[in-house]
């Protein structure tokens, strides 16, 4: 059974930093890509970054700059280090592999339970 386990969440001042980890079982997840997506309340889901099987990355416009995804084959895991932290990332992350392009799409086989970060101002 895949699951995926994502940690790190939690309540920080904006300017902060936190990183988020996910952590995949039940399959070696190294040759497909990962991402992470979010989801403010009342708004929909939101593609936040990925990475490929060749450490490629790809990040949404609102946190180029700020957010830094990574992988760890090795531990079957994937990190999403988040910097200079705004109100507005306010949100359920999710974790998510298997992830096809377009990722912005959200075309993802596999899903975390999610956690939530709070950004305050």
């Known amino acids: 059974q895949v699951q995926l386990i994502e940690s790190g969440g939690g309540l920080l001042q904006a300017g902060g930093s936190l990183r988020l980890s996910c952590a995949a079982s039940?399959?070696?997840?190294?040759?497909?890509?990962m991402g992470w997506f979010r989801q403010a309340p009342g708004k929909e889901r939101e593609f936040v970054a990925a990475?490929?099987?060749?450490?490629?990355?790809y990040y949404a416009d609102s946190v180029k700059g700020r957010f830094t995804i990574s992988r760890d084959n090795a531990k079957n895991t994937v990190y999403l280090e988040m910097n200079n932290m705004k109100p507005e990332d306010t949100a359920v992350y999710y974790c998510a592999a298997d992830c096809r392009v377009p990722y912005g799409g959200g075309r993802c086989d596999y899903w975390g339970q999610g956690t939530q970060v709070t950004v305050s101002s």
């Open positions: 990475i490929d099987w060749i450490r490629r990355t």
């Open positions: 039940g399959r070696s997840f190294s040759r497909t890509a």
